[in-house]
């Protein structure tokens, strides 16, 4: 059994919680900060680097956007934070519980944070859904690093489980 503390932007702990609720291992547990009853700075993520859409149109993510591209959809991000955060803080200063204010958050970008608790079987089916080649570039980021932290730890089943890596 493994416990891992994660803090991800909310498009990342989407994935992983679909794989979670989807998932025929019932030995998962997932305790996530809701804001409600702990207080955490917004905190936003900003990609290096956007992507296309696959050709298919399936899942997954193209090449690099044209570089034009790049720069518009880094001023739109950084806008859409800003006045996020303008309104989410004049809400905390009118008196609004945090619970509600924290809907004028942007949300997909913003990180939270969860503990997750999991069978080896879990995290080894994790892996393997996570690690692909057509998984989300963010969400594979974060399967690496699962897996560079659990096979030292159980280095024989990791690596009879696990097919991706």
Same mark, same amino acid.
């Given at each position: 059994?493994?416990?891992?503390?994660?803090?991800? $932007?909310?498009?990342?702990?989407?994935? =992983? #919680?679909?794989?979670?609720?989807?998932?025929?291992?019932?030995?998962?547990? =997932?305790?996530?900060?809701?804001?409600?009853?702990?207080?955490?700075?917004? *905190? /936003?993520?900003? $990609?290096?680097? #956007?992507?296309?859409? @696959?050709?298919?149109?399936?899942?997954?993510?193209?090449?690099?956007?044209? *570089? &034009?591209?790049?720069?518009?959809?880094?001023?739109?991000?950084? !806008?859409?934070?800003?006045?996020?955060?303008?309104?989410?803080?004049? !809400?905390?200063?009118?008196?609004?519980? $945090? *619970?509600? &204010?924290?809907?004028? %958050? @942007? &949300?997909?970008?913003?990180?939270?944070? #969860?503990? =997750?608790?999991?069978?080896?079987?879990?995290?080894?089916?994790?892996?393997?859904?996570?690690?692909?080649?057509?998984?989300?570039?963010?969400?594979?980021?974060? &399967?690496?690093?699962? %897996?560079?932290?659990?096979?030292? %730890? /159980?280095?024989?089943?990791?690596? !009879? %489980?696990?097919?991706?890596?």
């Amino acid at each position: 059994f493994l416990c891992f503390e994660v803090c991800a $932007p909310l498009l990342v702990a989407r994935q =992983w #919680w679909k794989y979670v609720v989807g998932s025929d291992h019932v030995m998962d547990g =997932w305790n996530e900060v809701s804001r409600r009853y702990v207080t955490m700075e917004p *905190e /936003f993520y900003r $990609p290096t680097s #956007w992507r296309v859409a @696959p050709e298919n149109r399936k899942q997954g993510s193209g090449g690099a956007a044209p *570089e &034009a591209s790049q720069e518009r959809l880094q001023v739109l991000l950084e !806008a859409v934070i800003a006045q996020g955060q303008a309104a989410y803080d004049e !809400a905390l200063t009118l008196g609004v519980a $945090p *619970e509600q &204010a924290r809907l004028l %958050l @942007p &949300a997909y970008g913003m990180y939270t944070a #969860w503990r =997750w608790s999991a069978s080896l079987q879990s995290v080894c089916h994790f892996l393997n859904q996570r690690l692909a080649h057509d998984a989300q570039d963010e969400i594979r980021q974060y &399967a690496d690093a699962v %897996l560079q932290l659990t096979q030292p %730890l /159980f280095p024989y089943s990791v690596a !009879a %489980l696990v097919t991706a890596a």
